[in-house]
C-alpha cells in the first residue's frame, strides 16, 4: 500500500484509493485470477483491500468485493460497515451488490464497467431496486480505463 495511505488523510482522492484497488487487481493477475481488486474505507482509513482468489481459493464467492468486505467486518468487529467506502476496479456483480447492501455500504466507487455481469448499472440495476431498505451512492468511471486495460490484457494473453 501506498505510504501516503496509511492512517488519517483527508486530503486523499477517489482515484488514489482507486490505484490501491488497482495494485491489488495486478497481484491477483500475477496468480492467474481475473485481474479485479477492491479497498474498503472507513473515516479516511483502508481497513481492507483484496484482489480475486476464486482459483486459488477455490471458492466461487472469493471476489476481491466480498474478500475485502469480510476482512473489514472482522476488524472493526461488525458485519454492518455503516459510512464506509468501497473502491472497486469493475462494476460489481448481483453477488457483490447484495453484499454491499447487507454491510450497509455507503459510497461504491467502480472504475470500468462490466457489460457482461455487471449489476449496479449496465446488466442490471441491484442498488435501485425500490424494495431495499438500504441506499448505496454510487460513483462510476474512476480510473475506468486502466482498469478496463488490465482485465482486456488479462484476456488477451489467455486468447
Known amino acids: 500500500m501506498p505510504p501516503y495511505l496509511h492512517g488519517c488523510a483527508s486530503n486523499v482522492t477517489d482515484g488514489d484509493y482507486m490505484l490501491v484497488a488497482i495494485g491489488q487487481a495486478r497481484a491477483a493477475a500475477l496468480h492467474g485470477e481475473v485481474p479485479v481488486g477492491a479497498v474498503l474505507v472507513l473515516e479516511n482509513r483502508v481497513l481492507a483491500s483484496a484482489g480475486n482468489r476464486m482459483i486459488g481459493d477455490c471458492d466461487p464467492t472469493a471476489h476481491a468485493e466480498i474478500l ?89 494473453e489467455r486468447r
Open 68 to 156: 475485502t468486505l469480510r476482512a473489514a467486518a472482522q476488524a472493526v468487529g461488525n458485519y454492518r460497515l455503516p459510512g464506509a467506502a468501497l473502491y472497486v476496479t469493475i462494476e460489481p456483480c448481483a453477488m457483490c451488490a447484495g453484499a454491499l447492501v447487507q454491510a450497509r455500504i455507503a459510497r461504491l466507487i467502480y472504475g470500468a464497467d462490466d457489460p457482461t455481469g455487471g449489476a449496479v448499472r449496465t446488466c442490471m440495476q441491484v442498488l435501485d431496486s425500490p424494495t431495499l431498505n438500504h441506499r448505496v451512492d454510487v460513483t462510476s468511471g474512476v480510473l475506468a480505463e486502466e482498469s478496463a486495460a488490465l482485465l482486456q490484457s488479462f484476456f488477451a
